[in-house]
Nanobody, 117 residues
């Protein structure tokens, strides 16, 4: 089982930027696809972005496309989410997940992102 730890969340004004990190340990990081999800108060967890094991392919939710960039450094066992042009509606707890084509089998504890208007 992999352990995932998110960091980098915080409070930022609308239009600002944050970079989230997800550090992995416990299994071969480079063998697994990774993704970011978020959950706002009173809402279900939603997909944000994903990146395949090699980093060669990424996919984004329409709501973040053009503003967020997902990346990974397999040498550092870490995934990132660069978030630019943040909006109040981006406020949520952000979670990273690890898995395969079958789905995600491991999750981090989450990091809070709050965007003020």
């Amino acid at each position: 089982q992999v352990q995932l730890v998110e960091s980098g969340g915080g409070l930022v004004q609308a239009g600002g930027s944050l970079r989230l990190s997800c550090a992995a340990s416990g299994r071969t990081f480079s063998a697994y696809h990774m993704g970011w999800f978020r959950q706002a108060p009173g809402k279900e967890r939603e997909f944000v972005a994903r990146i395949i094991w090699s980093g060669g392919s990424t996919y984004y939710a329409d709501s973040v496309k053009g503003r967020f960039t997902i990346s990974r450094d397999n040498a550092k066992n870490t995934m990132y989410l660069q978030m630019n042009s943040l909006k109040p509606e981006d406020t949520a707890v952000y979670y990273c997940g690890s898995g395969s084509r079958s789905g995600y089998d491991s999750w981090g504890q989450g990091t809070q992102v709050t965007v003020s208007s």
